[in-house]
Protein backbone atom coordinates (compact mmCIF):
# COMPACT_ATOMS: atom_id res chain seq x y z
CA UNK A 1 0.00 0.00 0.00
CA UNK A 2 1.11 3.53 -0.80
CA UNK A 3 -0.29 6.93 -0.34
CA UNK A 4 -1.00 8.84 -3.56
CA UNK A 5 -2.14 12.76 -3.70
CA UNK A 6 -5.80 14.03 -4.24
CA UNK A 7 -4.30 16.25 -6.90
CA UNK A 8 -1.94 13.81 -8.36
CA UNK A 9 -2.11 10.50 -8.09
CA UNK A 10 1.44 9.80 -10.10
CA UNK A 11 2.83 11.31 -6.97
CA UNK A 12 3.83 8.11 -4.89
CA UNK A 13 4.92 8.03 -1.19
CA UNK A 14 5.26 5.08 1.90
CA UNK A 15 3.14 6.23 4.78
CA UNK A 16 6.08 7.28 6.78
CA UNK A 17 6.83 9.83 4.06
CA UNK A 18 3.50 10.42 3.74
CA UNK A 19 3.13 11.75 7.97
CA UNK A 20 6.86 13.45 7.94
CA UNK A 21 5.89 15.12 4.74
CA UNK A 22 1.94 16.20 6.44
CA UNK A 23 0.45 17.53 3.10
CA UNK A 24 1.58 16.75 -0.49
CA UNK A 25 3.73 19.17 -2.62
CA UNK A 26 0.85 19.56 -4.99
CA UNK A 27 -0.23 21.25 -2.08
CA UNK A 28 -3.21 18.10 -2.18
CA UNK A 29 -3.93 15.30 0.42
CA UNK A 30 -2.16 11.88 0.71
CA UNK A 31 -4.97 9.25 0.54
CA UNK A 32 -4.01 5.27 0.56
CA UNK A 33 -4.00 3.47 -2.65
CA UNK A 34 -5.98 0.97 -1.27
CA UNK A 35 -8.61 0.41 1.72
CA UNK A 36 -7.70 -2.76 4.21
CA UNK A 37 -10.88 -4.61 4.19
CA UNK A 38 -11.86 -6.40 7.76
CA UNK A 39 -13.81 -9.65 7.34
CA UNK A 40 -16.90 -10.66 10.23
CA UNK A 41 -13.56 -13.27 11.73
CA UNK A 42 -11.68 -10.26 11.81
CA UNK A 43 -14.26 -7.85 13.70
CA UNK A 44 -15.04 -11.32 15.93
CA UNK A 45 -10.98 -10.72 16.92
CA UNK A 46 -11.07 -6.91 17.44
CA UNK A 47 -14.31 -7.38 19.83
CA UNK A 48 -12.01 -9.43 22.28
CA UNK A 49 -9.19 -6.73 22.28
CA UNK A 50 -9.80 -3.15 24.96
CA UNK A 51 -9.06 -0.25 22.99
CA UNK A 52 -5.77 -0.17 22.62
CA UNK A 53 -5.40 -2.98 20.92
CA UNK A 54 -8.31 -2.34 18.46
CA UNK A 55 -6.40 0.82 17.55
CA UNK A 56 -3.07 -0.83 16.96
CA UNK A 57 -4.77 -3.27 14.76
CA UNK A 58 -6.95 -0.95 12.89
CA UNK A 59 -3.50 1.74 12.16
CA UNK A 60 -1.63 -1.44 11.06
CA UNK A 61 -3.68 -1.89 8.63
CA UNK A 62 -3.05 1.38 6.94
CA UNK A 63 0.80 1.43 8.09
CA UNK A 64 2.62 -1.21 6.54
CA UNK A 65 5.82 0.09 7.65
CA UNK A 66 5.12 -0.13 11.07
CA UNK A 67 5.51 -3.22 13.10
CA UNK A 68 2.36 -4.69 15.15
CA UNK A 69 4.44 -4.70 18.24
CA UNK A 70 5.44 -0.94 17.55
CA UNK A 71 2.17 0.11 17.05
CA UNK A 72 0.79 -1.60 20.34
CA UNK A 73 3.59 -0.07 22.38
CA UNK A 74 2.24 3.47 20.97
CA UNK A 75 -1.26 2.26 21.65
CA UNK A 76 -0.16 1.63 25.08
CA UNK A 77 1.55 4.69 25.71
CA UNK A 78 -0.52 7.10 24.07
CA UNK A 79 -3.75 5.56 25.19
CA UNK A 80 -2.34 4.64 28.95
CA UNK A 81 -4.78 4.93 31.79
CA UNK A 82 -3.09 7.92 33.41
CA UNK A 83 -3.43 10.11 29.97
CA UNK A 84 -7.49 8.56 29.82
CA UNK A 85 -8.37 7.59 33.11
CA UNK A 86 -8.78 4.13 32.36
CA UNK A 87 -8.82 1.38 29.80
CA UNK A 88 -11.84 2.78 28.35
CA UNK A 89 -10.61 5.64 26.06
CA UNK A 90 -13.77 5.79 24.24
CA UNK A 91 -16.58 4.73 25.81
CA UNK A 92 -19.71 3.64 24.35
CA UNK A 93 -22.38 5.28 26.40
CA UNK A 94 -26.18 4.81 26.10
CA UNK A 95 -28.83 7.34 27.48
CA UNK A 96 -31.53 6.63 28.81
CA UNK A 97 -34.04 7.62 26.30
CA UNK A 98 -31.21 5.05 24.23
CA UNK A 99 -29.25 7.50 22.40
CA UNK A 100 -25.85 5.80 22.03
CA UNK A 101 -23.14 8.26 23.01
CA UNK A 102 -19.26 7.95 22.14
CA UNK A 103 -17.43 10.04 24.13
CA UNK A 104 -14.08 10.76 22.66
CA UNK A 105 -13.07 13.53 25.49
CA UNK A 106 -11.62 10.90 28.61
CA UNK A 107 -8.27 13.03 27.13
CA UNK A 108 -5.58 15.23 29.22
CA UNK A 109 -7.52 17.99 27.35
CA UNK A 110 -10.94 17.09 27.42
CA UNK A 111 -11.48 17.13 23.50
CA UNK A 112 -11.57 14.74 21.20
CA UNK A 113 -8.65 16.18 19.68
CA UNK A 114 -6.36 13.75 22.00
CA UNK A 115 -7.57 10.62 20.34
CA UNK A 116 -5.45 11.45 17.24
CA UNK A 117 -2.60 13.74 19.13
CA UNK A 118 -2.03 11.22 21.64
CA UNK A 119 -1.10 9.09 19.08
CA UNK A 120 0.48 11.47 16.35
CA UNK A 121 4.18 12.17 18.07
CA UNK A 122 4.58 8.42 18.25
CA UNK A 123 3.65 8.04 13.97
CA UNK A 124 5.56 11.05 13.52
CA UNK A 125 8.70 10.29 15.48
CA UNK A 126 8.85 6.81 14.01
CA UNK A 127 8.19 8.15 10.51
CA UNK A 128 11.12 10.81 10.81
CA UNK A 129 12.97 8.15 11.71
CA UNK A 130 12.11 5.74 9.03
CA UNK A 131 12.52 8.30 6.33
CA UNK A 132 16.29 8.94 7.28
CA UNK A 133 15.25 12.77 8.88
CA UNK A 134 17.49 14.09 11.48
CA UNK A 135 16.39 17.67 12.28
CA UNK A 136 13.95 18.18 15.01
CA UNK A 137 10.64 18.86 13.67
CA UNK A 138 9.29 22.08 14.74
CA UNK A 139 5.69 21.74 15.32
CA UNK A 140 3.70 24.84 14.47
CA UNK A 141 -0.01 25.44 15.22
CA UNK A 142 -2.37 27.94 15.06
CA UNK A 143 -5.94 27.11 17.04
CA UNK A 144 -8.81 28.51 17.80
CA UNK A 145 -9.05 26.59 21.22
CA UNK A 146 -8.86 22.76 21.05
CA UNK A 147 -6.19 21.98 18.58
CA UNK A 148 -3.51 24.32 21.03
CA UNK A 149 -3.69 22.57 23.79
CA UNK A 150 -4.31 18.92 22.18
CA UNK A 151 -0.99 19.34 20.22
CA UNK A 152 0.94 20.76 23.19
CA UNK A 153 0.01 18.26 25.31
CA UNK A 154 0.65 15.60 22.53
CA UNK A 155 4.51 16.79 21.86
CA UNK A 156 5.57 17.73 25.64
CA UNK A 157 8.72 16.57 26.24
CA UNK A 158 8.63 14.05 22.74
CA UNK A 159 12.32 13.94 22.09
CA UNK A 160 13.49 15.29 18.19
CA UNK A 161 10.45 18.03 18.55
CA UNK A 162 9.45 21.45 19.69
CA UNK A 163 6.14 22.55 19.52
CA UNK A 164 4.87 25.99 19.18
CA UNK A 165 1.21 27.58 19.14
CA UNK A 166 -0.74 30.40 18.43
CA UNK A 167 -3.54 31.39 19.49
CA UNK A 168 -5.92 34.21 18.74
CA UNK A 169 -5.85 36.60 22.18
CA UNK A 170 -9.27 37.40 22.13
CA UNK A 171 -10.21 34.51 20.67
CA UNK A 172 -10.60 31.62 23.21
CA UNK A 173 -12.61 30.40 26.41
CA UNK A 174 -11.24 31.17 29.60
CA UNK A 175 -10.73 27.12 29.96
CA UNK A 176 -9.24 27.26 26.91
CA UNK A 177 -6.82 29.91 27.67
CA UNK A 178 -5.76 28.55 31.10
CA UNK A 179 -5.27 25.00 29.72
CA UNK A 180 -2.63 26.14 26.83
CA UNK A 181 -0.56 28.87 28.92
CA UNK A 182 0.08 26.77 31.96
CA UNK A 183 1.25 24.00 29.74
CA UNK A 184 4.28 22.21 31.01
CA UNK A 185 7.49 21.17 29.20
CA UNK A 186 11.07 22.09 27.78
CA UNK A 187 10.02 22.08 24.01
CA UNK A 188 7.03 24.10 24.42
CA UNK A 189 6.12 27.46 23.74
CA UNK A 190 2.46 29.66 23.65
CA UNK A 191 2.17 32.86 22.22
CA UNK A 192 -0.86 35.24 21.28
CA UNK A 193 -1.33 36.99 18.18
CA UNK A 194 -3.34 40.07 18.55
CA UNK A 195 -6.06 39.73 15.69
CA UNK A 196 -8.52 36.61 15.41
CA UNK A 197 -8.33 33.02 14.49
CA UNK A 198 -8.30 33.89 10.77
CA UNK A 199 -5.34 36.00 11.62
CA UNK A 200 -2.94 33.98 13.39
CA UNK A 201 -3.93 30.97 10.70
CA UNK A 202 -2.57 33.26 8.22
CA UNK A 203 0.37 34.31 10.28
CA UNK A 204 1.84 31.31 11.02
CA UNK A 205 1.01 30.14 7.09
CA UNK A 206 3.61 32.74 5.96
CA UNK A 207 6.18 31.38 7.95
CA UNK A 208 5.79 27.85 6.65
CA UNK A 209 6.32 29.79 2.92
CA UNK A 210 8.97 31.83 4.09
CA UNK A 211 12.10 30.89 2.78
CA UNK A 212 14.65 32.92 4.70
CA UNK A 213 13.05 31.43 7.72
CA UNK A 214 12.89 28.06 6.66
CA UNK A 215 16.49 28.47 5.30
CA UNK A 216 17.29 29.85 8.73
CA UNK A 217 15.27 27.59 10.78
CA UNK A 218 17.37 24.06 8.72
CA UNK A 219 20.96 25.65 9.58
CA UNK A 220 19.55 25.42 13.13
CA UNK A 221 18.81 21.86 12.26
CA UNK A 222 15.62 22.64 12.35
CA UNK A 223 12.54 21.64 9.83
CA UNK A 224 8.74 22.91 10.11
CA UNK A 225 6.07 20.23 10.33
CA UNK A 226 2.11 20.50 11.01
CA UNK A 227 -0.23 18.65 13.75
CA UNK A 228 -3.72 19.59 11.81
CA UNK A 229 -5.82 16.86 10.09
CA UNK A 230 -4.43 17.61 6.83
CA UNK A 231 -1.50 14.94 8.37
CA UNK A 232 -2.74 11.23 7.52
CA UNK A 233 -1.24 10.63 10.55
CA UNK A 234 -3.62 12.63 12.76
CA UNK A 235 -6.82 10.85 10.22
CA UNK A 236 -5.95 7.20 10.81
CA UNK A 237 -5.81 6.97 14.42
CA UNK A 238 -9.90 8.22 14.33
CA UNK A 239 -10.66 5.38 12.32
CA UNK A 240 -10.22 3.09 14.94
CA UNK A 241 -12.92 4.75 17.40
CA UNK A 242 -15.55 4.21 14.80
CA UNK A 243 -14.39 0.29 14.74
CA UNK A 244 -14.14 0.05 18.36
CA UNK A 245 -17.88 1.78 18.94
CA UNK A 246 -19.10 -1.16 16.72
CA UNK A 247 -17.21 -3.99 18.44
CA UNK A 248 -18.85 -2.29 21.55
CA UNK A 249 -22.51 -2.18 20.47
CA UNK A 250 -21.70 -6.11 19.44
CA UNK A 251 -20.23 -7.18 22.68
CA UNK A 252 -22.72 -5.25 24.79
CA UNK A 253 -25.29 -7.33 22.82
CA UNK A 254 -26.91 -4.21 21.35
CA UNK A 255 -26.84 -5.81 17.51
CA UNK A 256 -25.71 -8.85 15.87
CA UNK A 257 -22.67 -8.82 14.07
CA UNK A 258 -23.30 -7.82 10.28
CA UNK A 259 -26.40 -5.87 11.73
CA UNK A 260 -25.65 -2.16 10.69
CA UNK A 261 -25.33 1.34 12.47
CA UNK A 262 -25.51 5.26 11.63
CA UNK A 263 -22.75 7.51 12.57
CA UNK A 264 -23.55 11.08 13.21
CA UNK A 265 -20.69 13.63 13.88
CA UNK A 266 -20.47 17.11 14.58
CA UNK A 267 -18.42 18.41 12.35
CA UNK A 268 -15.98 21.36 11.13
CA UNK A 269 -12.86 20.37 9.57
CA UNK A 270 -14.41 17.04 7.84
CA UNK A 271 -11.77 15.08 9.52
CA UNK A 272 -13.74 13.19 12.47
CA UNK A 273 -16.60 11.68 9.82
CA UNK A 274 -14.20 11.09 7.31
CA UNK A 275 -12.74 8.65 10.12
CA UNK A 276 -16.32 6.89 9.49
CA UNK A 277 -16.22 6.65 6.04
CA UNK A 278 -13.17 5.18 6.24
CA UNK A 279 -14.12 2.70 9.05
CA UNK A 280 -17.41 2.16 6.07
CA UNK A 281 -14.94 1.21 3.46
CA UNK A 282 -12.80 -1.24 6.09
CA UNK A 283 -15.96 -3.15 6.19
CA UNK A 284 -17.95 -1.89 9.10
CA UNK A 285 -21.98 -1.89 8.36
CA UNK A 286 -22.25 1.49 8.38
CA UNK A 287 -25.96 2.49 6.85
CA UNK A 288 -26.03 6.44 6.89
CA UNK A 289 -22.88 8.73 8.07
CA UNK A 290 -24.69 11.99 9.39
CA UNK A 291 -23.06 15.61 8.88
CA UNK A 292 -24.03 17.71 11.56
CA UNK A 293 -23.21 21.59 11.36
CA UNK A 294 -24.14 24.95 13.30
CA UNK A 295 -25.10 27.68 11.70
CA UNK A 296 -22.14 27.71 9.48
CA UNK A 297 -23.65 25.11 7.06
CA UNK A 298 -21.52 25.29 4.39
CA UNK A 299 -21.36 20.98 4.57
CA UNK A 300 -25.43 21.17 4.85
CA UNK A 301 -25.94 23.11 1.96
CA UNK A 302 -23.12 21.12 0.35
CA UNK A 303 -24.97 17.58 0.41
CA UNK A 304 -28.52 19.21 0.11
CA UNK A 305 -27.80 21.36 -2.93
CA UNK A 306 -26.33 17.61 -4.79
CA UNK A 307 -22.97 18.42 -4.56
CA UNK A 308 -22.41 22.85 -4.76
CA UNK A 309 -20.28 23.96 -2.57
CA UNK A 310 -19.81 27.69 -1.42
CA UNK A 311 -18.23 29.04 1.01
CA UNK A 312 -19.25 32.80 0.04
CA UNK A 313 -21.08 33.38 2.68
CA UNK A 314 -21.15 34.93 6.40
CA UNK A 315 -19.07 33.78 8.94
CA UNK A 316 -21.22 32.99 12.28
CA UNK A 317 -19.14 33.09 15.71
CA UNK A 318 -21.29 30.61 17.58
CA UNK A 319 -21.23 28.57 21.06
CA UNK A 320 -19.91 25.45 19.25
CA UNK A 321 -16.78 27.17 18.15
CA UNK A 322 -14.56 24.36 17.03
CA UNK A 323 -17.28 24.06 14.25
CA UNK A 324 -17.10 27.56 13.33
CA UNK A 325 -15.33 26.97 10.25
CA UNK A 326 -16.23 27.90 6.04
CA UNK A 327 -13.40 25.41 4.57
CA UNK A 328 -14.12 21.71 5.48
CA UNK A 329 -10.16 20.87 4.09
CA UNK A 330 -10.81 17.07 4.39
CA UNK A 331 -13.76 16.84 2.19
CA UNK A 332 -11.28 16.99 -0.52
CA UNK A 333 -10.35 13.40 0.29
CA UNK A 334 -13.82 12.44 0.54
CA UNK A 335 -14.39 13.53 -3.24
CA UNK A 336 -10.99 11.81 -4.65
CA UNK A 337 -12.67 8.09 -2.95
CA UNK A 338 -15.77 9.12 -3.48
CA UNK A 339 -15.19 9.83 -7.32
CA UNK A 340 -12.45 6.28 -7.44
CA UNK A 341 -9.44 8.26 -7.49
CA UNK A 342 -10.21 10.89 -9.83
CA UNK A 343 -7.64 13.22 -9.65
CA UNK A 344 -7.68 15.66 -12.55
CA UNK A 345 -11.70 16.71 -11.36
CA UNK A 346 -10.49 16.99 -7.44
CA UNK A 347 -7.67 19.41 -9.04
CA UNK A 348 -10.18 21.23 -10.88
CA UNK A 349 -12.51 21.14 -7.93
CA UNK A 350 -9.44 22.89 -5.75
CA UNK A 351 -8.85 25.16 -7.89
CA UNK A 352 -12.41 26.70 -8.28
CA UNK A 353 -12.89 27.10 -4.68
CA UNK A 354 -9.45 28.68 -4.53
CA UNK A 355 -10.34 31.04 -7.37
CA UNK A 356 -14.04 31.62 -6.96
CA UNK A 357 -14.73 30.39 -3.54
CA UNK A 358 -16.88 27.72 -5.18
CA UNK A 359 -17.61 24.44 -6.94
CA UNK A 360 -19.93 22.08 -8.17
CA UNK A 361 -19.64 18.32 -8.21
CA UNK A 362 -20.45 16.82 -11.59
CA UNK A 363 -23.13 14.75 -10.73
CA UNK A 364 -21.63 11.06 -11.42
CA UNK A 365 -19.30 11.45 -8.70
CA UNK A 366 -21.95 13.27 -6.14
CA UNK A 367 -24.17 10.42 -6.91
CA UNK A 368 -22.79 7.64 -4.38
CA UNK A 369 -21.92 10.90 -1.88
CA UNK A 370 -25.78 11.83 -1.96
CA UNK A 371 -26.51 8.43 -1.08
CA UNK A 372 -24.42 7.24 1.69
CA UNK A 373 -24.79 11.10 3.34
CA UNK A 374 -27.26 12.42 5.50
CA UNK A 375 -27.18 16.39 6.68
CA UNK A 376 -28.48 18.94 9.27
CA UNK A 377 -28.13 22.13 10.83
CA UNK A 378 -28.96 23.84 13.96
CA UNK A 379 -28.50 27.19 15.46
CA UNK A 380 -27.29 28.63 19.28
CA UNK A 381 -31.10 28.39 20.52
CA UNK A 382 -31.30 24.34 19.46
CA UNK A 383 -28.13 23.46 20.49
CA UNK A 384 -28.97 25.16 24.09
CA UNK A 385 -32.46 23.48 24.20
CA UNK A 386 -30.97 20.16 22.95
CA UNK A 387 -28.97 20.24 26.09
CA UNK A 388 -31.38 20.93 28.36
CA UNK A 389 -33.69 18.63 26.87
CA UNK A 390 -31.20 16.07 27.27
CA UNK A 391 -30.21 16.42 30.94
CA UNK A 392 -33.61 16.92 31.79
CA UNK A 393 -34.83 14.27 30.17
CA UNK A 394 -32.44 11.66 29.85
CA UNK A 395 -30.10 12.92 32.59
CA UNK A 396 -27.22 13.51 30.12
CA UNK A 397 -25.20 16.24 29.87
CA UNK A 398 -23.26 17.49 26.81
CA UNK A 399 -21.15 20.03 25.51
CA UNK A 400 -22.06 22.82 22.44
CA UNK A 401 -20.56 20.54 19.93
CA UNK A 402 -22.48 17.05 20.74
CA UNK A 403 -25.54 19.39 21.09
CA UNK A 404 -25.65 19.72 17.27
CA UNK A 405 -24.95 16.72 16.76
CA UNK A 406 -27.73 15.27 18.88
CA UNK A 407 -30.09 17.91 17.59
CA UNK A 408 -29.47 17.25 13.56
CA UNK A 409 -29.64 13.39 14.60
CA UNK A 410 -33.94 13.73 16.04
CA UNK A 411 -34.87 15.55 13.50
CA UNK A 412 -33.00 12.99 10.93
CA UNK A 413 -34.82 10.35 12.75
CA UNK A 414 -38.27 12.56 12.91
CA UNK A 415 -37.64 12.95 9.16
CA UNK A 416 -37.33 9.81 8.19
CA UNK A 417 -38.28 6.88 10.50
CA UNK A 418 -34.87 5.26 10.73
CA UNK A 419 -34.45 3.76 14.18
CA UNK A 420 -30.90 1.75 12.75
CA UNK A 421 -28.63 2.59 16.37
CA UNK A 422 -26.84 5.99 15.91
CA UNK A 423 -23.99 6.42 17.63
CA UNK A 424 -23.44 9.83 17.96
CA UNK A 425 -19.56 11.50 18.17
CA UNK A 426 -19.20 13.10 21.51
CA UNK A 427 -16.24 15.34 20.84
CA UNK A 428 -15.87 17.58 24.05
CA UNK A 429 -16.53 17.18 27.52
CA UNK A 430 -19.50 19.87 28.76
CA UNK A 431 -16.86 21.05 31.21
CA UNK A 432 -14.54 22.79 28.58
CA UNK A 433 -17.20 25.09 27.63
CA UNK A 434 -18.69 25.56 31.40
CA UNK A 435 -20.18 28.84 29.92
CA UNK A 436 -22.62 27.69 27.63
CA UNK A 437 -23.65 25.12 28.88
CA UNK A 438 -24.58 26.28 32.27
CA UNK A 439 -26.42 29.08 30.23
CA UNK A 440 -28.25 26.72 28.62
CA UNK A 441 -29.30 24.99 31.79
CA UNK A 442 -31.14 28.46 32.59
CA UNK A 443 -28.33 29.39 34.65
CA UNK A 444 -26.96 32.55 35.52
CA UNK A 445 -23.12 33.11 35.75
CA UNK A 446 -21.50 34.04 38.30
CA UNK A 447 -18.20 33.31 38.12
CA UNK A 448 -14.95 32.95 36.49
CA UNK A 449 -12.04 30.69 35.72
CA UNK A 450 -11.80 27.87 37.39
CA UNK A 451 -14.56 28.50 39.61
CA UNK A 452 -16.95 27.83 36.42
CA UNK A 453 -16.25 24.25 37.11
CA UNK A 454 -17.82 24.09 40.52
CA UNK A 455 -20.72 25.55 39.02
CA UNK A 456 -21.59 23.65 36.82
CA UNK A 457 -20.64 20.93 38.83
CA UNK A 458 -23.18 22.27 41.64
CA UNK A 459 -25.87 22.63 39.11
CA UNK A 460 -25.68 19.31 37.50
CA UNK A 461 -24.03 16.95 40.20
CA UNK A 462 -21.79 15.66 37.27
CA UNK A 463 -18.06 15.04 37.41
CA UNK A 464 -15.63 17.55 36.84
CA UNK A 465 -12.68 16.07 34.79
CA UNK A 466 -9.51 15.60 36.46
CA UNK A 467 -7.26 17.60 33.63
CA UNK A 468 -9.53 20.57 34.12
CA UNK A 469 -9.80 20.11 37.85
CA UNK A 470 -5.95 20.24 37.83
CA UNK A 471 -5.94 23.95 36.70
CA UNK A 472 -6.38 25.31 40.20
CA UNK A 473 -3.82 27.04 40.93
CA UNK A 474 -1.77 26.65 37.97
CA UNK A 475 1.03 29.45 37.42
CA UNK A 476 0.87 30.82 34.00
CA UNK A 477 4.13 30.08 32.57
CA UNK A 478 3.58 32.30 28.87
CA UNK A 479 2.20 35.77 28.74
CA UNK A 480 3.63 36.63 25.26
CA UNK A 481 1.56 38.56 23.04
CA UNK A 482 2.68 39.83 19.61
CA UNK A 483 1.07 41.40 16.77
CA UNK A 484 0.75 39.18 13.98
CA UNK A 485 3.63 41.26 11.57
CA UNK A 486 6.29 39.90 14.52
CA UNK A 487 5.22 36.34 13.46
CA UNK A 488 8.44 35.53 11.68
CA UNK A 489 10.54 36.93 14.40
CA UNK A 490 8.63 35.02 17.24
CA UNK A 491 10.55 31.72 15.65
CA UNK A 492 13.72 32.78 16.43
CA UNK A 493 11.92 31.62 20.45
CA UNK A 494 12.24 27.70 18.47
CA UNK A 495 15.88 28.16 19.17
CA UNK A 496 16.10 28.36 22.41
CA UNK A 497 13.28 25.32 23.91
C1 LIG B 1 -12.32 19.94 16.15
C2 LIG B 1 -13.66 19.77 16.77
C3 LIG B 1 -14.80 19.45 16.00
C4 LIG B 1 -14.77 19.34 14.49
O1 LIG B 1 -14.11 18.17 14.04
P1 LIG B 1 -13.60 18.03 12.53
O2 LIG B 1 -12.79 16.81 12.48
O3 LIG B 1 -12.79 19.28 12.25
O4 LIG B 1 -14.82 17.97 11.66
C5 LIG B 1 -16.00 19.24 16.67
N1 LIG B 1 -16.08 19.37 18.01
C6 LIG B 1 -15.01 19.69 18.78
C7 LIG B 1 -15.18 19.85 20.25
C8 LIG B 1 -13.76 19.91 18.18
O5 LIG B 1 -12.70 20.24 18.96
Known sequence: ?????????????????????????????????????????DIRALCEKDYRGRSAAVIGRFLKEFSEEELAGFAAKAYADDRFGSSNTAPLVKTEGGKYILEL????????????????????????????????????????????????????????????????????????KLQMVTQEGRNVQVCAIRGNFDDAQSA????????????????????????????????????????????????????????????????GNFGNILAAYFAREMGIPIKKLICASNENNVLTDFFTSGGTYDRKRPFHTTISPSMDILISSNLE??????????????????KQLNETGSYTVPADIFAPIGELFESGCCDDAATCATIRRL??????????????????????????????????????????????????????????????????????????????AALRGKQPRFDLVIDKEEILASTDLLAKL
Not at 13 to 39: H, N, R, W, Y
Not at 204 to 219: A, N, Y
Not at 226 to 237: D, F, K, M, T, Y
Not at 333 to 350: H, I, K, Q, T
Request: aromatic letters at 8%; one cysteine or more.
Open 204 to 267: VKKIFTDPETLEKLDRQGMMLSSANSINWGRLVPQIAYYVSAYCDLITSGEIQMGEPMNVCVPT
Open 1 to 41: MQYISTRDKNQRVSAAQAIAMGIAPDGGLFCPTEIPKLTQD
Open 333 to 350: RLLFLASGYNDSAVAEMM
Open 391 to 468: FEQEHYLCDTHTAVAVSVYEDYRARTGDTTPTVIASTASPYKFCQSVIGALGGTVTTDGTELLDQLHEMTGTEIPKPL
Open 105 to 176: WHGPTCAFKDMALQMLPHLLTASLRKTGETRTACILVATSGDTGKAALDGFADVEGTKIMVYYPVDGVSTMQ
